[in-house]
């Protein structure tokens, strides 16, 4: 692998985010090649490669046959949540590494299924984090441990998107395919960023869920809120909705100053960042829009190169599911849950 120029990558799944930003980042990589695209759909697969140059192209029933080429060494998931344990198992049996998009999976027994899937076939596992990538969110994480900001006592922050019938990608609220609600799809961000810049994993967890539209929202939660306890004493105030516009932010309150960055997690938009230390110190810096992809294309790649270990791995994304579960499990009950992480364990022994 460390004479190889580039890793070659399958994309499996070809819908907005793919096309829209997966496709297009591979131009833009050092480390890694698009050597192949599958879709249900045979006609869109051979006009999604020619589109991005992909040299072969495959339906979802062809998979094994993709995964049968000695140019592929890595399959970048972005189907629906609900369908990543297939592929990825299928891929780690195969012998080739894999990086899913976020959330990891549908639900807790599917992401265990993938890590452990992974670690038998002896392949990479990376959850598709690209905020570890973003240079506003780096910026920040450095910040808070630097301890310029002193002792994080709260942080606030929130993903929200509004969901509109017969516009928004139906898959969103179907909780087979999505897992869940916003919490699955915008809130995952809140949950992992926030974690990943305190470098520290929540305890306990309060949440509740709200539906306004009914007939939208049969099945899934509209909206949620959500307070995390970590083991220093920290709370993260969370929340996500499909009722809102699109909007997103982190506010980090600390015993030194205060640091705010919105939007946050969006793509498309240019982030700002305002910090006060002290009484008079202010920082204020505009973050342009960037590929994220690109990045997370060409870390997974050296990754594998290296044969070294990836930030923000599978047993990352693992944690996150246990989390989101915990949530839900505490909104619908109503009451405090403690966050148990032993299916971890279970996963990687």
Known sequence: MRGQ???????????????????????????AKLIAVVSRDRNEAAAVARKFRASAY??????????????????YIATPPGAHASYAVQAAAAGKHVLSEKPLAANVAQATQM??????????????????????????????????????????????????????????????LAGGGPLMDLGIYC??????????????????????????????????????????????QGSSSYGAALSSFVFVQGSKGWASLA???????????????GKKRWIRRTFP????????????????????PVEGDGVQGLRDMIILDAIYNSARNGRSVAIDYRAVERAVN
């Open 191 to 236: 949950v992992n960023t926030t974690r990943w810049m305190v470098k520290e994993d929540p305890i306990e967890v309060s949440a509740q869920t709200w539906t306004s539209d009914a007939a939208t929202f049969r099945d899934v939660e509209e909206g949620v809120s959500f307070r995390l306890r970590f083991p220093s004493g920290l709370i993260v």
């Open 289 to 308: 829009v960037c590929d994220e992809f690109a990045p997370e294309l060409d870390a997974f790649a050296e990754a594998i190169r290296a044969n070294r």
């Open 5 to 31: 120029k580039k890793i070659g990558f399958a994309v499996v799944g070809l819908g907005a985010i793919a096309r829209g930003a997966v496709l297009p980042a591979f131009a833009r990589t050092k480390n």
């Open 115 to 176: 890590v452990e899937a992974c670690r038998r076939g002896g392949v990479l596992l990376m959850t598709a984090y690209r905020k570890f990538f973003e240079p506003s969110c780096v910026y920040l994480k450095k910040l808070i441990q630097s301890g310029e900001l002193g002792r994080i006592d709260v942080i606030h922050t929130a993903f929200s998107e509004l969901f509109m019938p017969g516009a928004s990608l139906a898959w969103l609220v179907d909780p087979k």
């Open 58 to 75: 495959y339906t979802a029933d062809e998979f094994s046959t993709c995964l049968a080429s000695p140019e592929i060494s890595a399959v």
């Open 263 to 277: 939007p946050a997690y969006d793509f498309s938009e240019e982030r700002r960042l305002t910090v006060k230390l």
